[in-house]
């Protein structure tokens, strides 16, 4: 089993490693296909891809933040992270259709 950390923010990886994450692989961009059942991927991933994950037996642990709006659409650095709550949220996901919804 292997745990993945998914960020291309620099602030994000430094605020991982002072929590003393064990992570296995460091990355910047995750090939779902990768993950192996019993993995855990860890970062802020788009729904459909956490979805993947957890359709392929790995958990997905969200980096969430109370972020105010004045940070928003910039890079944070680890301090900002911190201050802006920043923690691991396990979350299941799952696609009910397994593809895309016609909404018309």
């Given amino acids: 089993m292997a745990t993945f950390f998914l960020s291309r923010h620099p602030g994000a990886v430094e605020w991982a490693r002072r929590q003393g994450l064990a992570v296995d692989q460091w990355l910047a961009h995750l090939e779902v296909a990768q993950v192996q059942p019993g993995d855990t991927v860890i970062g802020t991933l788009p729904i459909h891809l956490a979805a993947q994950v957890c359709a392929r037996g790995g958990r997905y642990l969200h980096l969430s933040l109370d972020l105010p709006v004045e940070l ?3 890079e944070l650095t680890a301090d900002e992270l911190e201050r802006a709550g920043a923690r691991l949220e396990e979350f299941w996901v799952e696609s009910e259709s397994g593809a895309g ?3 018309t």
């Fill in 72 to 74: 928003r659409g910039r």
């Fill in 101 to 103: 919804l016609d909404l």
